[in-house]
Structure formats: structure tokens, C-alpha cells
């Protein structure tokens, strides 16, 4: 017996990357969505995935950019490049605030990842990624409110084998990966898999050290130990360093109406003006930086019984992060941002899957214990009281501690009611328990001392709050599935996903520190979807297509207030579908094309107009061409791909200070292996068209806060050379 990652043959592909047949691929899609092993074409579930090889082809080396080919799904950047979540079909979190959970659920090898910093980390040695769209509350044990992406990594293997990775690219990108596992002893096996990326700084500072270098590396350990045939233990350990500095943002003065971007006027309040246009320069007098480490401990346990599997997953990880920004963008020393984490975060699965020639079950437990012991605040130019002349303030400090703990009992049941009729129904019933407390201190920085998140040195506590809260929810799933003929399945479904309620941690808090203020309601999403997945032309085409419409209650809505991050509670509606065509028209070429539509209104309760969710384009499309031919003795392989996102809002004001009108970023590749295919070269342009777009906007315009727009750009083209050597 081995663990369902090693018996899974291949996924669902979006072309066939590494194979020259997509015929080949059509009859081995298996994937573990629904925690068993089924054909992508048999689950009635809206599904996206990427096999390891496909994401080397892309050029994919971090968690956020699977998204840019399925449709519908997009990368949320609250800080840059510093934390990210995923935005699918307008369900979305761009709260940087970190003890705040995204609605879209990330896992890697079954574990939760609560922390948005702890997203960001690199892809290497990978076995495959899905992207399930939709609510999926039932059979995942937290926050998968409007889907979840989960990556799985490669496991420990029968031989001998591995791989070594070399990339140069611009500004000086030396990059390097590999991995090697194999046998250990009869039943023991081992597989350690590193990664290190560096850059130079891409980002000119005109007054001080560039910004936005990279700097990560990571290492994973595995062990899997087999004593018998129907018992197995994979023991793995997780790392990763970060170190850059960071936090730019271009200023654009807006000192018009509330929302006007104002980019010729010279910022009175700070004494500034930005007019190169250059996107990608600034003067900042605050070197940000980000400082993350993360690490993880996990063991997954299988156990075969005559009448079920038994599968246990215990995972211990922790997150630490120091995070400082320029916010004024600006040489005036006025304003730096910064974020404090120390998350430690313990959970625990048991799951029992079974079934007959007709049913198939899954039931189980889910326990999790996160601490978050936190705190965001702000430097500003120390001033002096004249009478004392001593240091009036320099500074806001907000420590707080979150803590959640949260229990679900799930299950779920698929009964074949005829050869071609299936009907699927589960439930999770989840109670999660709640504390937040909070300060907020004006502080006087002193050398040798704590400076951010507990400054001692507090000059005066403008409040304090202490809260707790227990919220139980019910997340279900009742589907049905028809298998139309033997290329055909339409499938219908209703799901509901719940997140349950949090607390706010503010700079500036308003003068209240009640629960009104600080505490937000649980959200819960009913969808109703309609899809079908079919295969043409003997397997050599590959239409799936769904229509979903959402009733999203109390939907838990990130708005910027002043420079405070808030969320807030509205209810919402959301219509739309996506539609994607696989095709291999002819041998050795194969195309992509994807489309989706989104449709989503707002409503805050206040008696004013509609809005829309932040990151929810109402089109996405993407589209990916390869051709892979013989040449001399090996196969040479032209790559283009592109995405387009219409214009979307970072802000439910929807004004022009927070509106992205749109924009299409393109990726060129070409690519030769070698006919033992044990090694490979690869020429890669990343953003081919120098696309200026933004990824995210901060409007600190409001009430003349600062009289200016924080504005964060993707990056800027960007070409290597990749060599991978196999063995």
C-alpha cells in the first residue's frame, strides 16, 4: 500500500507539457480532490490542476502564479511580494493585516496554511497543484469559503532518482534547486528536495539602497517508513528563510476629490512630488524590509483495514515575520508601516474513507489550535515636547494577541443510484472558539529596546480591548452527477461555505473599543452550480464549462479607512461561469484557451449604490499555445501563453485611486530536451510585452490623510535560462 500522492498516475492537465501525445494524458486524469483517487472527468467539481512538469514548463517558481491559467482564479497581493492569497470568482481577502484568514483556503500536502505570508513559497520538486473553485466546505477543514488550492510535493520513491536546477536570469537571478530520494533500507525511504533564489534589487531608490531584491531559500525532508503492506508514515519537515528589502510603492499625489488621482500636484502635506513616470523608482527615506521564517513539522499516517482506510495528518508549524514599509512613498519622514507575526498554528485530521461496488464514503475529524501573537503600528519623525525636551512621540504600537481554536466533524457520502446517475451529499458541522486582545500605544523609540509589537516604552496607551467570541456553523454539499455517455458528465450541485467570525486590529482605532468596532460576524456562501465536462474527437479535445450563482450572507468585506485596514460585514450576490477548451489539433501541438465571467453586487447597508468585491475582474481569459518537434535526436518545444484581467477595484469604493483598468501580461518560451530526456534547456521572457499593471492600491487620500496613493506595480520583464539535469 502507498500513500494516495504515490498512487496518483497524473492530473488533470491543461496541455500536455510533458508528453508529446495529449491523447496519452486524456486517459490518465486522476486526482485526489474528493480525498480519493478519481478521473478529473468524473468529479463533479469545477477543477484546475498542474502536474510538476507542466509547472517547470511555465516557469512557474512560486505558489501565486498557478493561477494565471485556470479562469476565474487570480494572485491577491495585500503587501507586495511579501504575503499573498488567491481571488476565485470575486472571493477574495486584501486585509495585510495578519490575523486575518483568506476565504480561499491554501493547503500543502494536506495542511491547512493560515497565515497569507506563510503563501509565498517557492515551487520546487513538486508533484502537482488543483484549484478546486467553488465553496468546498465539506471535505476541508478550514476556510475554503470560495475554493482552495492545494499543492502536493513529490514523495519518497521506490529508485533512486532526482534532479539539479540551474537558472540565471535578469538583475543577476541566480537560482538553484534539486532533490534526490530513494530507498533508505527494505522499508525506509528518503527524499530532501532545496531551493535558493537571489536577485538584485529591481526597484531604484534614488536616495537610498534599491529595493525589491530576492533572497529565500527552502528545504523540505521526507521520510516514509513501510513496515507492512498496509501500513505507512511519511514524516516531513518544511523550511523557509526570507530576506529582502521591500515595501516600495509609487506615489501619486491625490489631493482632488475623495479618490482623485492628482499625479501633477505637489503634495503640500509632505512636501513631495513623483513626475518621471517611472514606475519602478522612487526616494524613500525607510529601507522596508521583510524578514520571514517559516517552518513545519508533519506526519501523515495510513492504515488499510478489510473496510476502510484510516488516515491520520498531525502538523505543528510555525510563521515568524518583520515587515516595514516607506507608506508615504516619499522622502518626508512621516509614515512606515509595519507588521509583527509570531503564528504558531497545531492541527490534527483523522479521516476514514471506504466503499462498495456503489458507495463511496469519507468521514472525519478536524482539530486546529492557532495562536497569533501580532502587532502592526507605525514610525513617524519623533517630535519634542518644548517644556521637557523629550520625545513627545515617535511612534504607534498595537500588540495583540488571536487566538483560535476550532473543531469539525465532517462527512460525506457519493451513492451511484444507477450506472450513470450518482448523488453526492456531505456535511461538516464546525465550532470554533475566538480571543483577541488588543493595545494601542503611542511609544517612544529607544535604543536597545523593543521597538515594534510590545514597545515598552509606552508614552501614552490610547486603549485597550479584550474580546471572545464562539461561532457554530454548518458547511454542506448535495450533488448530482450524470454520466451523459462515456466522454460526457453533467453534474449539478449545491454547496455552502462558511468562515467563521474574527477581529479587526486597527492603527487608529475610532474611539470606541467595543465589539462593534473590532468584531466581525461569520460569512456563509451558498452556491448553486450547473457544469459539464466532456471529451471530443476521440480524446483529442476537451470542453468543461460550469454556471454558478452565488447568496453570500454576511460576507466579510475588506475596505481601507484613513490608513486603517478594516472588515466589515455585507451581504453580496454573484453570478457567472468559465468555460475551457484543451486541444490537440494536430501531433505535437497543443492549445489552451479559457474564459470567465463574474458578475458580483454589494451591498453595504448604508442606502447607497452597489459595489463589488476587491480582485474580481467580471472577464478573465487565458490562453496557451505550444508546438514540440524532433530535432536532432531530441524535441525542441515553442511556448506563448497570456492572461487578461478587465478592470477590477482594490478598494468597494470602486474610485479611480483604487481601479486597475485591465491589462494582458504575455510569457514566451522555448525549450530543448534531449532524447534520454535526462536533461533539458530553457529560454524564458516573463511579462514579454513590459506590462505596467497594477497588483494592488492603497487610497490614503481620504479626509487628506496623507494627500497621496499607494500604488504597487507587478514586475517588470523578466528573462532567464534554465538547465535541469535528471537522473
Not at 47 to 73: F, K
Not at 138 to 165: C, V
Amino acid at each position: 500500500m502507498k500513500i494516495a500522492s504515490q498512487r496518483v498516475l497524473s492530473v488533470l492537465c491543461f496541455v500536455s507539457l510533458s508528453c508529446s501525445s495529449y491523447a496519452a494524458i486524456m486517459e490518465e486524469v486522476v486526482v485526489t480532490a474528493q480525498k480519493r483517487e478519481q478521473n478529473a472527468q468524473e468529479v463533479g467539481i469545477a477543477i484546475n490542476a498542474l502536474t510538476g512538469d507542466q509547472m517547470d514548463q511555465l516557469g512557474y517558481t512560486n505558489a501565486q502564479q498557478v493561477t494565471a491559467m485556470a479562469a476565474g482564479v487570480s494572485t491577491v497581493q495585500p503587501n507586495g511580494e511579501s504575503n499573498y492569497s488567491i481571488a476565485i470568482r470575486g472571493v477574495a481577502n486584501s486585509d495585510f493585516t495578519t490575523n486575518v484568514e483568506s476565504p480561499v483556503a491554501v493547503y500543502l500536502d494536506d495542511v491547512y496554511i493560515s497565515q497569507m505570508s506563510g503563501t509565498g513559497f517557492m515551487l520546487f520538486d513538486m508533484d502537482r497543484v488543483e484549484i478546486l473553485k467553488g465553496p468546498q466546505g465539506t471535505l476541508y477543514g478550514r476556510n475554503a469559503t470560495g475554493g482552495l488550492a492545494h499543492f502536493i510535493t513529490k514523495k519518497p520513491s521506490d529508485e533512486l532518482e532526482g534532479y539539479g536546477r540551474v537558472t540565471l536570469g535578469r538583475f543577476n537571478q541566480f537560482k538553484v534547486e534539486g532533490a534526490v530520494g530513494g530507498p533508505l533500507s527494505d522499508n525506509l525511504k528518503g527524499r530532501v528536495s532545496f531551493a535558493s533564489n537571489k536577485h538584485d534589487p529591481y526597484i531604484n531608490n534614488r536616495i537610498g539602497k534599491d529595493l525589491n531584491n530576492g533572497n529565500e531559500q527552502s528545504l523540505r525532508l521526507q521520510l516514509l517508513w513501510e513496515p507492512s503492506d498496509n501500513f505507512d508514515a511519511l514524516f516531513n519537515y518544511r523550511m523557509m528563510d526570507q530576506n529582502i528589502d521591500t515595501g516600495f510603492f509609487e506615489h501619486v499625489t491625490s489631493l482632488g476629490e475623495p479618490g482623485e488621482l492628482t499625479p501633477d500636484l505637489e503634495n503640500y502635506i509632505l512636501g513631495y512630488i513623483d513626475t518621471d513616470n517611472d514606475i519602478y523608482a522612487g526616494d524613500y527615506d525607510e529601507i522596508g524590509f521583510n524578514d520571514l521564517e517559516i517552518r513545519g513539522y508533519s506526519a501523515t499516517m495510513n492504515w488499510d483495514t478489510e473496510n476502510f482506510t484510516f488516515t491520520s495528518i498531525s502538523d505543528y508549524s510555525t510563521v515568524t515575520r518583520e515587515y516595514i514599509e516607506d507608506s508615504d512613498a516619499s522622502p518626508a519622514p512621516v509614515f512606515s508601516f509595519y507588521l509583527s507575526t509570531d503564528a504558531e498554528q497545531f492541527s490534527q485530521e483523522f479521516r476514514f474513507t471506504g466503499g462498495s461496488d456503489n458507495t463511496n464514503w469519507v468521514a472525519g475529524l478536524y482539530y486546529m489550535d492557532l495562536e497569533v501573537n501580532d502587532g502592526n503600528g507605525g514610525e513617524s519623525e519623533p517630535f519634542f515636547d518644548p517644556v521637557s525636551d523629550t520625545p513627545a512621540l515617535s511612534g504607534i504600537d498595537n500588540p495583540y494577541t488571536t487566538t483560535s481554536e476550532s473543531i469539525s466533524v465532517y462527512g460525506q457520502v457519493e451513492y451511484d443510484l444507477s450506472d450513470s446517475l450518482s448523488v453526492v451529499a456531505g456535511l461538516r458541522w464546525i465550532s470554533e472558539d475566538k480571543t483577541h486582545s488588543y493595545q494601542n500605544n503611542l511609544v517612544d523609540y529607544i535604543d536597545g529596546s523593543k521597538r515594534h509589537n510590545g514597545n515598552p516604552n509606552v508614552w501614552f496607551q490610547i486603549g485597550t480591548y479584550d474580546g471572545a467570541r464562539k461561532d457554530k456553523k454548518m458547511a454542506g454539499r448535495l450533488g448530482l452527477n450524470w454520466d451523459y455517455s462515456d466522454d460526457v458528465l453533467i453534474y449539478m450541485s449545491f454547496n455552502r461555505g462558511v468562515k467563521a467570525g474574527g477581529y479587526n486590529a486597527m492603527i487608529f482605532p475610532p474611539a470606541e473599543y467595543t465589539d462593534e468596532v473590532f468584531s466581525y460576524d461569520p460569512e456563509q456562501l451558498d452556491a448553486i452550480e450547473i457544469g459539464f465536462k466532456s471529451r471530443l474527437s476521440g480524446g483529442l479535445a476537451q470542453i468543461n464549462a460550469t454556471y454558478y450563482s452565488y447568496d453570500y450572507k454576511n460576507q466579510q468585506v475588506f475596505q481601507l479607512i484613513g490608513i486603517d485596514s478594516y472588515v466589515l460585514n455585507a451581504d453580496s450576490e454573484a453570478s457567472g461561469g468559465e468555460i475551457e477548451l484543451i486541444t490537440s489539433p494536430v501531433e505535437g501541438l497543443e492549445i489552451m484557451l479559457g474564459a470567465a465571467y463574474n458578475d458580483v453586487d454589494v451591498d453595504l447597508g448604508f442606502g447607497g449604490p452597489m459595489t463589488t468585491t476587491v480582485n474580481s475582474p467580471k472577464w478573465n481569459q487565458n490562453m496557451l499555445i505550444r508546438y514540440e518537434f524532433d530535432l536532432m535526436g531530441g524535441k525542441l518545444a515553442i511556448q506563448y501563453d497570456a492572461h487578461h484581467r478587465s478592470e477590477h477595484y482594490f478598494s468597494i469604493t470602486q474610485f479611480p485611486a483604487v481601479t486597475e483598468d485591465g491589462y494582458t501580461l504575455q510569457n514566451a518560451a522555448v525549450s530543448f530536451t534531449n532524447s534520454s530526456e535526462k536533461w533539458d534547456v530553457r529560454a524564458y521572457v516573463h511579462n514579454l510585452g513590459g506590462e505596467e499593471y497594477l497588483v494592488q492600491t492603497f487610497d490614503l487620500s481620504t479626509e487628506a490623510v496623507i494627500g497621496m496613493t499607494e500604488q504597487y506595480y507587478g514586475r517588470p520583464r523578466w528573462a532567464g535560462l534554465t538547465l535541469t539535469v535528471s537522473f
